[in-house]
Structures are given as C-alpha cells and as structure tokens.
C-alpha cells in the first residue's frame, strides 16, 4: 500500500514515514578539507534534501575548508557562501550562492514569482507546479535548455535573446516544479520568468529586479532585511526486516531515485544482494537513511544526478 509522498508507506515490509521539517534545523556534522565548491554544495545538498546551486559567477573549482562541527545548516551555508566568495540566497526549494550583494534581490524574485505567475491560465499554472528532475550535458547552450524545459509544458517562452550566448557545465536538478527550474537556470543571468501577455498562456523572460508595468524602486536602506522562507526537508522513520536489494530498491522509490546496485563490488566485499538488514530509525534526514543501510555492511553510496548507486 502506498499513500501520500509525505505519509507513511508501507512496502517490502519497510515502514517508511516521511515528516516536512526546516531545513534550516538541520545539524552538520560532516567536516570537509581542500573540497572544491561543486562537491561541498553536491554534499549539503544530500544532506538537506534540497539542492544547492552555485552561480556561474562563483567559482567551483575553488578548494576551501568547511567544518560543520555539529552546528546548524544555517551557520555551516554562510560560511559556506563566505569561503566560496559569494553569500547564501535561502529560496523556497532550494539555496543558491551568489555573488556578493545579490541574495535579496534572488530572495525576493523567488518569493515574488506566485504573484507574478497568477494572471497565467489555470492549466499553465498547473503544468508550472509539475516536479521532475533535470539534466544536462556539458556544452548546453541555456537558450536551448531553458526552451526545452518550456516546450516540455507545451508553454512558449521568451525572449530567448536576452539570455546571453553561453555554454554550461554538465549538471543537474533533482525534481523540482518546472518554474523553479526555469528560475534557478535564468537566475545565472540575472533574469526570471514571470507571466506573458494577459490571457495568454506564456511566459516571459524578465530581468531579476524587473517588476513589469512598474517602476522598480530600491528598498530603504535601513529597512530590516526580510527572512526568507526555510526550504521544507524530508524527515524519515524506518523499521524493517528485508533483504539488501529490496530495502534499497524501497528507500530509493521513496527518495525520488533511480536504484543501481553494483554486484561485483558487493561479491567482493562478502555481501550478499538478499542478506537480510535489519534498520530502526526515526525522525531521520535521507543520508542518515542511506548511512544506517549500507555502512554496517562496509557498503558505500553516492547520488548523481537522480540515481542512488550503492556499491
């Protein structure tokens, strides 16, 4: 029997309950030394179950030291932001590193866009709402992906123009609603999407401080900063009985992933795809999940793209 994505779920004998929860009471343990930027966010991202996007202004490749030393994410995610060169924007689904002076501005646009979607019809709504993953190869041009990511919803979108002549990295996105796609993709260029002429169903694409049909005007600068809303995360509980392959195959459903098990790798470790694991956990974030299963065995994991791979 499987009920809501945020209910419990019984299969293969696992009891799986999943609870939202701020991500922003999340506790880091994990320490990194000489970790480039990409892997760190890749990481926190595991950890918090939502990702972490670095501008294409800040640079990836830059090795810093981070110690989470048990603290809350949203101490470890400033340090993060500072030693990387930017700041941290806290979005409703997801956190970005910016450059410097930057984070309200994306903040706001993220928080603005229900608004600013509400004159599009119900149906172009609906499909802007639809979660999927998304990925790209290195050498995409964001022109081509960001029209590709519309036509998927059937919704014109443009000016692709305004988006600058550029070649991005491989990457990707776990599922997110298509309008945070299309936001967190446009945001490298300091653009958005926001709803197209009125009464039709299409987008444009705006500049991020850009509010249409109005004079964008500056805040006071004494104003107090308005906190972002925390990005919601998984919480799991899970008691079961069940052998390696349909536990993993269970908890990877569950998390959204495509399961890959690596038999030879298992073989030489003395582990058996049907030995019988035995897991009680509660009120668990999905790296612990997957720690509980796999490191009692000397089993290893690691999540690319949309696929958990265990070996």
């Not at 501005?105 to 149906?123: F, K």
């Not at 390696?244 to 790798?265: H, N, R, S, Y």
């Amino acid at each position: 029997m499987i009920v809501s994505a945020r209910s419990t779920t019984i299969l293969l004998g696992v009891l799986l309950t999943v609870r939202a929860s701020a991500a922003s009471d999340a506790v880091v343990h994990a320490a990194w030394r000489a970790t480039s930027v990409a892997s760190i966010a890749e990481r926190i991202g595991v950890i918090t179950a939502a990702p972490v996007v670095i501008d294409r202004r800040i640079d990836p490749t830059k090795r810093i030291d981070l110690d989470g030393g048990g603290r809350a994410l949203e101490a470890v995610l400033a340090e993060f932001a500072e030693s990387a060169g930017g700041e941290v924007a806290s979005l409703s689904r997801s956190f970005r590193i910016v450059p410097k002076g930057l984070a309200r501005r994306v903040a706001d646009a993220d928080a603005a866009r229900p608004s600013r979607l509400a004159p599009l019809p119900s149906v172009a709504r609906e499909a802007l709402e639809k979660e999927s993953p998304c990925r790209w190869e290195a050498g995409t041009p964001p022109r081509e992906l960001v029209e590709r990511l519309a036509e998927e919803a059937s919704i014109p979108i443009g000016p692709l123009d305004t988006i600058p002549l550029d070649h991005l990295p491989a990457g990707s996105l776990p599922p997110l609603p298509l309008a945070d796609r299309l936001d967190l993709l446009l945001a490298h260029y300091d653009l958005r999407i926001e709803a197209g002429q009125r009464g039709r169903r299409n987008l444009a694409i705006v500049p991020l401080g850009e509010v249409t049909g109005e004079r964008h005007r500056e805040r006071p600068a004494k104003q107090p900063a308005v906190k972002p809303k925390p990005v919601l995360t998984d919480r799991y509980t899970v008691r079961a009985e069940a052998p390696l392959e349909e536990l993993l195959q269970a908890v990877a459903k569950k998390f959204g992933l495509a399961m890959k098990l690596d038999p030879q790798a298992l073989a030489a470790k003395g582990v058996a795809a049907g030995e019988i694991v035995r897991i009680n956990l509660e009120d668990a974030p999905r790296n612990q999940v997957l720690d509980a299963i796999t490191k009692p065995l000397g089993l290893a994991w690691k999540i690319e793209g949309t696929t958990l791979e265990v070996r």
